[in-house]
């Protein structure tokens, strides 16, 4: 088990801008496993939504300021599969000078998924957290296949009190968000999320968990469009006990 060590917390552009409680949580989490937090004020999108477009100049340029602000660290740490996944495996192969390609394999070196950090380096134990409902899991695409996390955040949720998992048909299958996928086809992205749905509706849960916040917005978008009352959260927010009362994708309170 890690202690002291100095992690940047890479808050996401999606947990910035529509679920910040996502990244007080992180830093909860982080702070309970021993960890001392910083989050830079300088850093931005990781990039990916150009990468994915094949703007790689603009990547490349994105990448070189990640690194710059993230270098000081121990260790990267972000509430997303989706852009560990970028800083740890798609930067590498942005760059062909040798000072780029060192910085970066570097970075990758010491970048992880917030789950996966918990339980893979800091061996982390859940304690005194008590949920009591049925809640079922949807795996990212990014977290089973770029960063084979599967079994971390269920070991996680195996230590709150009142906590039953049901674990859902097609579990593996994608959402049908995909970044910009999402954008460019929704009409198949809507049968995908369809399908996604239907199969945690299907487990009787009351919550649905995930660690991608691009998935759970998606997911929480179809619930809401079909009228369900089931409520969307990001795993960090129950493993830490720091709950808000609205759910992902719930309207926002009138004032």
């Known amino acids: 088990m890690i202690t002291s060590q100095h992690v940047g917390l890479f808050i996401t552009c999606l947990t910035d801008l529509f679920r910040p409680s996502v990244g007080f949580a992180s830093v909860k ?13 300088n850093q931005t999108c990781c990039g990916q939504p150009a990468y994915n477009s094949g703007d790689r100049a603009s990547a490349q340029k994105i990448a070189k300021m990640v690194i710059e602000e993230f270098e000081p660290f121990d260790y990267v740490v972000a509430p997303s599969a989706s852009c560990a996944a970028m800083l740890s495996k798609h930067y590498k192969t942005l760059f062909t000078d040798d000072l780029w390609i060192r910085r970066s394999h570097a970075l990758a070196a010491k970048t992880y998924e ?4 918990l339980y893979d380096v800091c061996e982390y134990e859940v304690h005194d957290i008590t949920f009591n409902e049925t809640v079922t899991y949807h795996d990212s695409c990014s977290a089973l296949r770029e960063l084979h996390i599967k079994d971390q955040p269920r070991h996680l949720l195996a230590g709150i009190d009142g906590l039953k998992l049901e674990e859902l048909d097609e579990a593996e299958t994608c959402c049908g968000f995909g970044g910009t996928f999402c954008v460019k086809y929704p009409e198949i992205s809507g049968e995908m999320v369809g399908r996604k749905t239907a199969a945690i509706t299907a487990t009787n849960a009351t919550t649905v968990l995930s660690s991608d916040l691009g998935c759970l917005l998606n997911i929480a978008g179809k619930i809401h ?3 369900l009352k089931i409520k969307t959260r ?18 926002p309170t009138k004032i």
């Open 225 to 227: 469009r079909d009228g």
């Open 234 to 251: 990001h795993i960090t927010e129950i493993l830490s006990g720091s709950l808000n009362k609205a759910a992902i994708g719930d309207p």
């Open 29 to 41: 989490l982080l702070r309970d496993a021993g960890c001392r937090v910083t989050v830079p004020r």
């Open 114 to 117: 917030i789950v996966s950090f």
